[in-house]
């Protein structure tokens, strides 16, 4: 366990010694910032959600952005061949790799809390919507790195992996919009599967355990088939 | 120390390694030879435990590779091929990062960072990060890490491709000192380095085990024996009558060179150069040149891995 945390602490300094760490912080911020004083100022309403409703197009990008380095890059360099002899175990490897990203996703995210306190100060700050959608953020850009992280561990080139995870993403993200197009009972099951449908139930501020057991799960699958793709070490 | 049995590899439906064994005994430095693609590399990447064969085991130090592969890791250090590092980093924390990662605690770190600075020669890039560094000092980084926890084995895939002849001498003498207190597993295409610092050679072809012996087991083992070359003033024919009927050797080739030298090659199955001096004296030849042509690594090699 002490490995895994030394690991996610080498892959931060490596996100925050390049510029991706900054980038990705002010671009975050930026476009949040520029949808939240938006609403506040020019429509003048005193709400998160604009920012919630923006945040997730956001992660569409920025997670397999983050994430696409992280196995493709090492598998190119060959260092994945020296990570993968040391005395650690492949999960290992990846959780700390996962840890990472979650931690930089939570600095970004913990950065607009200044928004809600924005809020709390102007107006009532609606509690149950503001940690639901905080709650929602976190677990999608957990799920979003996690799967970003297996299209990473498929290739060793950076782009394949980066359109490969925007591609899988962007289909969970689709899932519970098009469900128009197909009959009932499929739509159904096509809704439960969107990665955005159970986002906007958090956002509503309703936590259910059910939402939460999504997000979590999908990270355990993405996480597993990591290992799996690990597993097979190929060239 | 390490065994090696039945060991095979492929890779989809190309057979790499192809039911390999060997052992390789405590304190012993050997050479891992063959041509590019014969299976060197993924032999090495089976022993450390980064692949996982198709068939067959490798047991270090009494426990398998792979149910034990923790602290079977733990015992290896590891330098694969090309010298992959995270160039992002600086020497001295990439240093620390392997340090951590092998287990040793913080307050040993950085005694074991200096004796490796000071093993390899690193003290002018400990500061400089990695992807500035010259080809020899990134090589000298990689066998840092590797031995950074101390390791009673060591497996290293071509430590010298890609080096400077001096570069070369250097990493040379370096693992020679290593090799004195460790098992030293080195491939290499360069004949004169296994002749240089290996106890024992392994020569595999095509994924098959052609040969293992030391260095002189392999020459002598080879057919077609001593070849000696002489030289003298005398004229050709003369000598090649007599030399013709001599018993010991066999004539294989003779004429005059440029300077008008008669030269004879002579093939025997043991060593002649006594016999062949006496013989010129008796027959008052001026000798100019006697030269025993010895076989060496390279043609064993190309015995055993051409055809």
């Not at chain 1, 490995?3 to 002010?26: H, M, N, S």
Request: glycine share 8%; net charge negative.
């Amino acid at each position: 366990m002490q490995q895994t945390w030394i690991l996610t602490k080498r892959e931060l300094r490596a996100y925050f010694d390049g510029p991706a760490a900054y980038v990705v912080l002010c671009v975050f911020l930026a476009i949040t910032g520029w949808f939240f004083s938006n609403a506040l100022f020019l429509q003048n309403v005193a709400s998160l959600r604009s920012v919630f409703s923006i945040a997730p197009f956001i992660f569409l990008f920025f997670m397999p952005a983050l994430t696409m380095a992280s196995f493709a890059e090492e598998r190119r360099a060959g260092t994945l061949e020296l990570l993968l002899t040391l005395p650690v175990r492949d999960w290992q490897v990846i959780l700390g790799k996962l840890l990472s990203v979650a931690l930089l996703l939570f600095l970004a995210i913990a950065l607009t809390f200044v928004y809600a306190i924005t809020l709390a100060f102007l107006g009532d700050l609606d509690l149950g919507g503001t940690v639901g959608g905080y709650l929602g953020l976190f677990l999608l850009g957990i799920t979003y790195g996690a799967i970003g992280m297996w299209a990473s561990s498929l290739t060793r080139n950076q782009i394949v992996a980066f359109i490969l995870g925007f591609a899988i993403i962007f289909l969970l993200f689709l899932l519970d919009k098009i469900t128009d197009f197909v009959p009932g009972q499929l739509g159904v099951i096509m809704q439960y599967l969107g990665a955005d449908y159970h986002f906007q139930n958090l956002m509503r501020g309703v936590i259910d355990t059910r939402d939460i057991l999504y997000y979590l799960s999908l990270t355990a699958f993405a996480f597993l088939l990591t290992t799996y793709s690990l597993a097979k070490r190929p060239e | 120390m390490i065994e090696v049995k039945n060991l095979s590899k492929s890779y989809g439906p190309v057979e790499a390694v192809r039911s390999i064994s060997f052992q390789v005994n405590q304190g012993e430095v050997i050479g891992f030879l063959g041509p590019n693609g014969a299976g060197k590399s993924t032999t090495m990447k089976v022993m450390t435990g980064y692949l996982p064969p198709n068939e067959g085991t490798v047991v270090v130090g009494g426990k398998d590779i792979l149910e034990d592969a923790l602290p079977v890791r733990q015992q290896i250090g590891y330098l694969p091929e090309s010298t992959p590092l995270y160039s992002d980093m600086i020497t001295y924390d990439y240093l620390e990062f392997v340090a951590a990662m092998r287990g040793i605690s913080a307050e040993d770190r950085p005694a074991r960072i200096r004796a490796m600075t000071n093993a390899c020669g690193l003290h002018d890039v400990l500061a400089k990060r990695v992807d500035a560094l010259s080809k020899g000092y990134k090589q000298r980084v990689g066998l840092a890490q590797a031995m950074i926890h101390n390791p009673p084995i060591l497996i290293l895939d071509e430590p010298t491709s890609g080096l400077d002849p001096n570069q070369i001498v250097e990493i040379r003498e370096l693992i020679r000192e290593i090799g004195r207190e460790r098992t030293v597993v080195l491939s290499t295409h360069i004949l004169s380095e296994v002749q240089a610092s290996c106890d024992r050679v392994i020569i595999i072809d095509n994924g098959t085990l052609v040969a293992d012996g030391t260095p002189e087991e392999l020459r002598s083992s080879l057919s077609g024996g001593e070849q000696v070359l002489i030289t003298l003033l005398n004229n050709e024919e003369e000598v090649a009558s007599i030399l013709g009927d001599w018993a010991p050797a066999e004539v294989v080739e003779h004429g005059t060179d440029d300077q008008g030298e008669a030269y004879f090659m002579l093939n025997s199955s043991s060593d002649i150069r006594a016999d062949l001096f006496r013989l010129a004296v008796s027959h008052n030849w001026t000798l100019t040149g006697l030269h025993r042509k010895s076989k060496n690594l390279e043609d064993v090699f190309r015995q055993l891995t051409s055809g």
